[in-house]
């Protein structure tokens, strides 16, 4: 079986399609990717689609996974001034996807989202003069699908969803496999006071993770940094800040004092160590993309999480299902210099308001979603011969 896989962002899309490529290489599905494809002579092979000047490269390029780039752009919501440009890369990427096609030959092609995977679906779908068209299989992250991902799913032979929630907001006609969210093998766990103390933190007190997101959270982080003298006598705080604040964050840091200093650590993102973040916090704050549906039950970690207003509902629903849970609380990203510090005392106090959050958190865990995802594409692989 040759694989193409089609996904673009981080959290939504990256992450989860590197979960399904690593279950597999790691379990009895590798041999599918191994073995040559009749009438070739080279084995099988899987190839990388992503934007161009998106922040996927790095993280795939980092796995050892080949990896090319293709134009794409929305047009959902676009302003008239930038829906041009926008179309022309859309043609452009429909193009592009065509010759990727061609060359590569895929026998397969997953898909996570994003705009990248809008072109490589329609040339996937509309079949090259004497290629066999690939069998598309889509991973639908967050609860309600976005534009993109509409369109993907019309257009898939399968479906794969993190909840069973999803499926009303998909068409009658989808083969929809509840699989739960994929999460990467790095995200290992550890015992909390292995991973307290791995970050030079005290394991007897409490610990505050804010995630700032891959690029950043602007409003999360400068709601921190604003009430960080107020959070620090109480609790330790790891603090993901993203690329995009780090500068403005380094130059706050420097107002705390030493001993203020002992108990914040501040990163502007992780990798490798991201399991042994999670696995010290006793609470989060977050916003509610759709990692949140599979990292945050894997770790049992309780959550304030805070939706990005600026965009499409899909945030809101998405901690909408973790509150209505009893995982979560919901707080407006226009309440958090009002009610941030308040919120998180209260929680933070409350062990056996947390305990609960908790275990409804781990009641979500899908430990076996990447594998569920790798044997609908090798199923579906095998009847490709």
Same mark, same amino acid.
């Given at each position: 079986?040759?694989?193409?896989?089609?996904?673009?962002?981080?959290?939504?899309?990256?992450?989860?399609? /590197?979960?399904?490529?690593?279950?597999?290489?790691?379990?009895?599905?590798?041999?599918?990717?191994?073995?040559?494809?009749?009438?070739?002579?080279?084995?099988?092979?899987?190839?990388?689609?992503?934007?161009?000047?998106?922040?996927?490269?790095?993280? +795939?390029?980092?796995?050892?996974?080949?990896?090319?780039? %293709?134009?794409?752009?929305?047009?959902? =919501?676009?302003?008239?001034?930038?829906?041009? #440009?926008?179309?022309?890369?859309?043609?452009?990427?429909?193009?592009?996807?065509?010759?990727?096609?061609?060359?590569?030959?895929?026998?397969? +092609?997953?898909?996570?989202?994003?705009?990248?995977?809008?072109?490589?679906?329609?040339?996937?779908?509309?079949? %090259?003069?004497?290629?066999?068209?690939?069998?598309?299989?889509?991973? +639908?992250?967050?609860?309600?699908?976005?534009?993109?991902?509409?369109?993907?799913?019309?257009?898939?032979?399968?479906?794969?969803?993190?909840?069973?929630?999803?499926?009303?907001? /998909?068409?009658?006609?989808?083969?929809?496999?509840?699989?739960?969210?994929?999460?990467?093998?790095?995200?290992?766990?550890?015992?909390?006071?292995?991973?307290?103390?791995?970050?030079?933190?005290?394991?007897?007190?409490?610990?505050?993770?804010?995630?700032?997101?891959?690029?950043?959270?602007?409003?999360?982080?400068?709601?921190?940094?604003?009430?960080?003298?107020?959070?620090?006598?109480?609790?330790?705080?790891?603090?993901?800040? =993203?690329?995009?604040?780090?500068?403005?964050?380094?130059?706050?840091?420097?107002?705390?004092?030493?001993?203020?200093?002992?108990?914040?650590?501040?990163?502007?993102?992780?990798?490798?160590?991201?399991?042994?973040?999670?696995?010290?916090?006793?609470?989060?704050?977050?916003?509610?993309?759709?990692?949140?549906?599979?990292?945050?039950?894997?770790?049992?970690?309780?959550?304030?999480?805070?939706?990005?207003?600026?965009?499409?509902?899909?945030?809101?629903?998405?901690?909408?299902?973790?509150?209505?849970?009893?995982?979560?609380?919901?707080?407006?990203?226009?309440?958090?210099?009002?009610?941030?510090?308040?919120?998180?005392?209260? /929680?933070?106090?409350?062990?056996?308001?947390?305990?609960?959050?908790?275990?409804?958190?781990?009641?979500?865990?899908?430990?076996?979603?990447?594998?569920? %995802?790798?044997? %609908?594409?090798?199923?579906?692989?095998? #009847?490709?011969?």
């Amino acid at each position: 079986m040759r694989l193409l896989i089609c996904a673009g962002g981080t959290g939504g899309g990256v992450y989860p399609a /590197l979960s399904v490529l690593q279950a597999l290489l790691a379990g009895d599905e590798e041999q599918a990717l191994q073995e040559p494809a009749p009438g070739t002579e080279t084995p099988n092979a899987v190839l990388w689609i992503g934007g161009e000047r998106g922040m996927e490269a790095d993280l +795939v390029k980092r796995e050892g996974i080949p990896f090319k780039t %293709i134009p794409a752009a929305g047009v959902h =919501g676009v302003g008239m001034r930038a829906l041009p #440009g926008n179309l022309k890369k859309l043609t452009q990427g429909y193009r592009a996807s065509r010759q990727v096609l061609g060359q590569f030959r895929p026998d397969m +092609v997953f898909f996570t989202g994003g705009y990248v995977a809008v072109p490589m679906a329609l040339a996937a779908h509309f079949p %090259i003069k004497g290629l066999r068209r690939p069998h598309k299989v889509v991973f +639908v992250p967050d609860i309600q699908p976005g534009q993109a991902l509409k369109l993907l799913v019309r257009l898939a032979d399968r479906v794969a969803v993190s909840v069973e929630e999803t499926r009303k907001y /998909l068409p009658r006609h989808a083969r929809m496999t509840v699989t739960g969210y994929p999460v990467r093998t790095g995200l290992k766990g550890l015992d909390r006071s292995e991973a307290c103390r791995s970050f030079g933190l005290d394991p007897e007190l409490p610990v505050f993770l804010v995630l700032g997101g891959s690029k950043g959270a602007r409003s999360i982080n400068r709601a921190l940094m604003g009430n960080l003298p107020q959070l620090l006598p109480e609790m330790q705080v790891i603090h993901l800040s =993203g690329q995009l604040d780090w500068p403005e964050v380094e130059q706050r840091r420097q107002d705390l004092s030493p001993e203020q200093l002992k108990r914040y650590r501040v990163f502007p993102y992780l990798h490798e160590e991201m399991g042994t973040a999670l696995s010290a916090a006793d609470l989060a704050l977050t916003r509610a993309g759709a990692s949140s549906l599979g990292e945050l039950p894997w770790f049992g970690l309780p959550a304030i999480l805070v939706p990005y207003p600026y965009a499409w509902k899909y945030q809101h629903v998405n901690a909408d299902y973790l509150v209505r849970r009893g995982a979560a609380v919901m707080l407006k990203d226009a309440d958090l210099q009002r009610h941030l510090v308040t919120l998180v005392k209260t /929680l933070m106090r409350d062990g056996s308001r947390r305990q609960g959050m908790r275990q409804a958190m781990l009641a979500m865990r899908r430990p076996e979603a990447a594998r569920d %995802i790798a044997r %609908i594409l090798t199923g579906m692989g095998e #009847g490709s011969h």
